[in-house]
Structure formats: structure tokens, C-alpha cells
């Protein structure tokens, strides 16, 4: 849990003991070594969207459970957010992210900021934590295989960072990476997959308010399997776009490689806007389920986030850019 917890404006009621969020990451890794059945792969470039699980909620996560974003809809429960992860270092298996998750060692966690800046700098995840004061925001995460949560993240703007190492004027674009650490990942063995995973944002896309970098989760640290020490989320761009385990954050002047549209450039473009009305080659993104619930709902323009985000793509055809 952040030192600075008290800034999140967080209720002390709401808080969930350090002592009992481990030991609730205990249980779920029981929970998810007894999880038999098996649901399809995320972004896979074969497979069609994965089976989901129900909802269940712990008594200690209830007091964030209850909350909701600003459209109304509830949070989701802790148990769906650590148990139903889309994570290919580890594995394709969403339920078996969690337990092959347990032992990746998160702290200590060191980000290096690097390329056209003219401070360049390291930061451990404490100094971060320390000078941008991480502060709760709840935003949903809509995934190109047509599920979706809403996730109480604990974070700070990207751009706050970018403002500190000063970008140059050639640069145009920001890349991340993931860890490569194929002794505790052991999806990264899979050749199949360019590792590391990459993504990428245009500067301005970077820049933009909403865009986080996540340093815990439901009011504690950030779990291996959500991402931790530190992720990307970018919550009008389908879950893709909000890279794990960042390691490694480059300005560049050309459009990054990603590990997705590498592997399938027909399918997963570089913007990979949320857009209901430009369909996946292989299925409808008109709609989504969230998980936990049963019934399907419409899917929302850049997820819903359209007022803030809309004009960053002015003018530009969103189907050629998918
Ligand atoms: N980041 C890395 N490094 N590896 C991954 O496999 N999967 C992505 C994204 N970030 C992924 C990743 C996908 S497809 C989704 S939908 C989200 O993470 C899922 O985030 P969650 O498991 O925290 O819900």
C-alpha cells in the first residue's frame, strides 16, 4: 500500500489492511489453483472471446465494491479483478494468471525514462510513488475480446512524468516494455510471441489527463497479475493498450512497434480506439459483457470517455486508423 494513503482520499473505513489484503492473495491463489476449467485466450489472433466467470465478493473488498464510476455502473468485485487477467508472460490462461502470478517478485521495481528528453532519469517505484502522489481513479476497461470491469486503480498521470524528464520537440511518440523475466514468467518462453510486450501512444494521447500509470489497485498495492510494480492504463483504448509491468518508457519521433499489431496487424491497430462501430475482423464490438453480469450492454464511443478524448483524433478516419 502507498506510504502517501492518506492523500487518496480514501475513507479509513474503506481501507483494507495490508494484513488482509495478503492474506486475501493467499486465498485466491488457493482459489485459483482449484479453478479447473480453462477459458480461451485474450487477444490471440486464433481464438474467439473467452468464457467468463460470475461474480463473487469477499467481505473485506465490499466497502470499494460498492462504489461506482461516474456513469453509475459498480465497481467490480476484487476477486473478478485478480482472477481473470489477460497476461501472456505468465500464461493464455486468464484463471491460471493468478497463481503462476504469486511468486513475481514486484518490489524492488525500477523504471528508466529515456530517449529524445532532456532529463533523462531512473526511478525506483517509491520515488514515484513519493513525488506524484498516486490517487484513486475508477475507469472502466473494455477488452478487444468484447468483456469488460470497472477497476478502482491507484495512480497518477503520465503526463506529470513526461512533464518531469521534459520531451524534446522531436518527440512524437512514447514506447513502453514489460519485464522480460522468462524465470518467473514462463509464457515467456513461448516463441510464439515477439516478446518483450510493447505498446505505444502518440505524444498527445500520452499527455492526455486520463492516461495513468497505475501503482496499486482497490486501495493496496497493485497485484502482480493486474500489472505491478507499475502499468499503463489508457481507458478509452481497448485493454491491450494498457501494458504490465512497465520497465521502460522511450519518446521517440515514429510510430512504435506494438507486440499485438505485430502479430496480427489486420486485427489490432496502433490506436485501437474503443469504437462500437468498427468491428473486430472476427467479431462485433457493438456490445460487451461486464463480467459478473449476464446481460449484454452497448458498447460506448472511446469507452465512454468521448468529451475528453474525442478531440485528439479530429479529422482523422477512425476505421483506417483502427
Ligand atoms: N500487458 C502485458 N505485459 N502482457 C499482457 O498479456 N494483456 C493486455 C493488457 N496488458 C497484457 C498486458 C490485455 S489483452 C488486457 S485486456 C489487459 O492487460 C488486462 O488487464 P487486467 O488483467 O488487469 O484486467
Redesign the pocket.
Known sequence: MPENYHSLGIKSSEITPKQAYLSRRDFMKAAGLAAGALTLA??APSLMPAALPTATSSPASAAIGQKTDELGSKVNSFND?TNY?????FTEDKAGVAPLAAGFKTSPWEVEVYGLVNNPMKYSLDDLIKKFQPAERIYR?R??EAWS?VIPWVGFPLSKLLKEVDPKAEAKYVRFE?ITRPSEMPGEKNNLYPWP?QEGLRIDEAMNDLTLLATGMYGGELPA???GGMRLVVPWKY??K????VIKIELVTTQPTTMWSTIAPNEYGFYSNVNPQVDHPRWSQSTERRIGELSRQPTLMFNGYEKQVAALYTGMDLKANY
Open positions: 485474450a487477444c479483478i487477467n489477460n497476461y501472456y508472460e476497461l477488452c478487444v470491469m514489460t510486450y497479475q493486474n500489472g485493454g491491450f494498457s501494458i504490465k509491468a
